[in-house]
């Protein structure tokens, strides 16, 4: 008899044992999927975030791209030509930025798809155009990744918007020194 209660004294005291432990692992589970969700939620925003970062940057690169272009039409066609090869990556930059970003996707396979999209040929004419920049923007393109995107992107825009300007400055020196030999000769 004594060893009968002993068994059903232990039997219970692994039962209660086991009772409250799984009570302390339930609780820890309920812990974490609320952290789960938490972290679900913020994920998401951070993503929504970057989204609209993306979109709002390609609305700022659109219109800089835009004023570029009006003003190399006026200028230079050699120009106009040069910023018309970027143009996939204007109109594109939201997609191309959410993909980089998301860390799926590198950069040139992205880029390409959007450029053959354009017009075949256009992936291979924006190499030849890149590989004639300036040594940075090609580390830029190289680099392959979302920080290379954006700074390639602000260089080539700030690169073509200075040689217009440089051609707005060169037509300025030429017509004063027209008006000055006219009004000597008058």
Same mark, same amino acid.
């Given at each position: ?37 938490? /972290? ?6 951070? #993503? ?13 690169? /659109? ?64 190499? /030849? ?12 393109? *190289? *680099? ?18 200075? #040689? ?23």
């Amino acid at each position: 008899m004594f060893f009968a209660l002993v068994v059903i004294a232990i039997f219970v005291a692994v039962s209660v044992y086991f009772y409250f432990r799984s009570e302390r692992l339930q609780h820890d589970l309920v812990k974490q999927k609320r952290d789960t969700a938490q /972290t679900r939620k913020s994920h998401k925003q951070l #993503a929504d975030t970057v989204a609209s970062i993306g979109a709002k940057q390609q609305e700022f690169f /659109t219109f800089r791209y835009n004023k570029v272009k009006e003003e190399a039409e006026r200028k230079s066609p050699a120009i106009l030509s040069d910023v018309k090869r970027i143009s996939p990556l204007v109109t594109n930059y939201a997609v191309i930025f959410n993909a980089c970003a998301g860390g799926k996707e590198q950069l040139k396979p992205t880029a390409q798809t959007y450029f053959e999209n354009h017009k075949p040929g256009a992936y291979k004419d924006f190499l /030849t155009y890149i590989s004639g920049r300036e040594k940075h923007v090609a580390r830029m393109w *190289s *680099s392959n990744n979302l920080s290379g995107f954006m700074s390639m992107m602000e260089s080539l825009l700030t690169e073509q918007q200075q #040689a217009l300007d440089k051609i707005k400055l060169v037509k300025k020196e030429e017509a004063p020194e027209e008006n000055i030999e006219f009004h000597k000769f008058s």
